[in-house]
């Protein structure tokens, strides 16, 4: 199993950055597939980006590609989302998810674990 904690979240204006964190606990996360997604009030849940156990691909949802980098650094248990010119459809809240397996999967129902979520709020 494996804990996962959400991090860095906050209030930015339009075109600002942001850098979320999500640590997690457990000594095999370098076999997990992590994944980032976010919901916002009244929507289902969004894939945002995905990485796969090495960090070696990466993969992105339309509406954040070209803006947002997923990265992880395995000796850190640790995934990162690095968010640049937000825009004020990115608020939501934002969660991060792995899936012990080896195929990069872009739905939620294919992830295992969940963090709690950090909130993110673009102001216009």
């Known amino acids: 199993q494996v804990q996962l904690v959400e991090s860095g979240g906050g209030l930015v204006q339009a075109g600002g950055s942001l850098r979320l964190s999500c640590a997690a606990s457990?000594?095999?996360?370098?076999?997990?597939?992590m994944g980032w997604f976010r919901q916002a009030p009244g929507k289902e849940r969004e894939f945002v980006g995905a990485?796969?156990?090495?960090?070696?691909?990466?993969y992105y949802g339309d509406s954040v590609k070209g803006r947002f980098t997923i990265s992880r650094d395995n000796a850190k248990n640790a995934v990162y989302l690095t968010m640049n010119r937000l825009k004020p459809e990115d608020t939501a809240v934002y969660y991060c998810?792995?899936?012990?397996?080896?195929?990069?999967?872009?739905?939620?129902?294919?992830?295992?674990?969940w963090g709690q979520g950090t909130q993110v709020t673009v102001s216009s």
């Open positions: 990485i796969s156990r090495s960090g070696g691909s990466t």
């Open positions: 457990g000594r095999t996360f370098s076999s997990y597939v």
């Open positions: 998810a792995g899936d012990p397996g080896v195929i990069v999967y872009t739905t939620p129902a294919r992830y295992d674990y």
